[in-house]
């Protein structure tokens, strides 16, 4: 079993693959219930990506990587190659759960490489190698998080003022998050700061995620209403923007939650510098600019209510993009695992992690 690396003892574990099963926490519930759920199938496992339960990019990764060998436990015991066909069926099924965190293709699509390269046509044999590789995936998720905070730490000055926007933390990968990473290192190291977390409507993943995981970790936070982050920065609370992302485009355009835009318009006016926390799983090099970028659109009763209370009227017309596009312009760099990555974008991200781009299943 591969550890997943809590920032806090009090925290749960975003998901846990032991006795050849998948667990995922049901982040829906939190903050009020932790429960963990026994993944038993494909299907579950994509209900569970599409409704959130796990949610993230670095944990939707992880979660359709151990998804898959879900998928394929009732191959174990075809032929090889009958193994090879459903894994490519499978993994494409998986990775229709959620169009726009590019962690979750990028797993599937490792794993298929992966399985693909064997030599083996035992497919008891070939399950246990995919297994091997998910955990592989968990285990560099987990050093990922942990190599962004210690390059994001300085950037969290004695006294200074952070916000973020959604949940870019621990709850959203294996590891200590990629937004939150820096604030845990620098907590650790003594650093007094305070975190400004963005409620992020409409499924409030500020509020009931990363407010509850920085006050777990004994973290001054702070929760604020999206509408409130432009009073927050003109005040001077602001000293820095940190967030995670869901897809970096080639150029350096990302795309992360719905709201992170207009966070990166108003850093902008306020002179505020915005930092995107981005583990190079996050990266898409296939995808030249933001414009590429596709946007999940989800369900209109996320936008007209919370849970089984309704605040909008019957029949409104709706729109409900999960994630925007930043332009690169608005980005003052890069925290990654192999240090900050500044402008020109396009060629420096290219240039730290030059790869040649994996097509999708
Ligand atoms: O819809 P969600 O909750 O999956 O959206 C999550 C985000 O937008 C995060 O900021 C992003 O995935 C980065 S997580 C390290």
Redesign the pocket.
């Known amino acids: 079993m591969i550890a997943t690396s809590s920032p806090t003892p009090t925290l749960p574990a975003t998901l846990e693959w032991r006795d050849d099963s998948l667990h995922l926490l049901d982040q829906t519930r939190l903050p009020l219930h932790s429960v963990s759920e026994r993944q038993g199938s494909a299907e579950q496992v994509w209900a569970s990506i599409r409704a ?1 339960k796990v ?6 990764g992880v979660a359709g990587a151990y998804g898959l060998c879900v998928a394929m436990q009732g191959s174990r015991s075809g032929t090889g190659a009958a193994f090879r066909a459903r894994l490519l069926e499978q993994a494409a099924y998986l990775n229709s759960a ?1 169009p726009t ?1 590019v962690n979750l293709s990028w797993a599937l699509q490792r794993l298929v490489d992966h399985v693909a390269r064997s030599a083996t046509s035992d497919a008891s044999e070939l399950y246990l190698d995919l297994v091997r590789e998910a955990e592989r995936i968990h285990a560099e998720d987990v050093a990922l998080c942990d190599g962004i905070g210690t390059h994001g730490a300085p950037l969290i000055h004695p006294g200074c003022g952070v916000l973020t ?5 621990a709850l ?2 294996t590891g200590i ?3 939150t990473a820096p604030m845990y290192k620098a907590h650790a190291a003594g650093t007094p700061f305070r975190v400004f977390a963005d409620e992020t409507r409409p ?1 409030l ?1 500020g509020a009931r995620l990363t407010a509850f995981e920085l006050q777990c970790a004994g973290i001054d936070v702070t929760l604020i209403t999206d509408n409130m982050a432009a009073t927050i920065m003109q005040s001077g609370h602001v000293d820095l923007v940190i ?4 897809r970096v485009a080639a150029n350096g355009d990302f795309a ?2 719905i709201g992170t835009l207009g966070v990166a318009i108003l850093a902008k006016h306020f002179g505020i510098p915005l930092y995107v ?1 981005c583990p190079s799983s996050t990266l898409d090099f296939a995808t030249p600019t933001g414009a590429g970028i596709v946007i999940e659109e989800r369900e209109a009763d996320e936008v007209t209510g919370f849970g089984t209370y309704r605040s909008a009227p019957h029949f409104i017309a709706t729109r409900n993009p ?2 925007d596009v930043t332009p690169h312009a608005l980005v003052s760099g890069f925290i990654t695992e192999r240090g900050i990555i500044s402008a020109p974008f396009a060629d420096n991200l290219s240039a730290a992690f030059q790869r040649s781009a994996p097509s999708r299943p």
């Open positions: 959130l949610r993230g990019a670095p944990a939707i959620r965190a926007h959604c949940n870019a933390g959203a990968t998050g990629t937004a499924l993943q967030v995670g992302t869901d992360n939650k926390a999960a994630f």
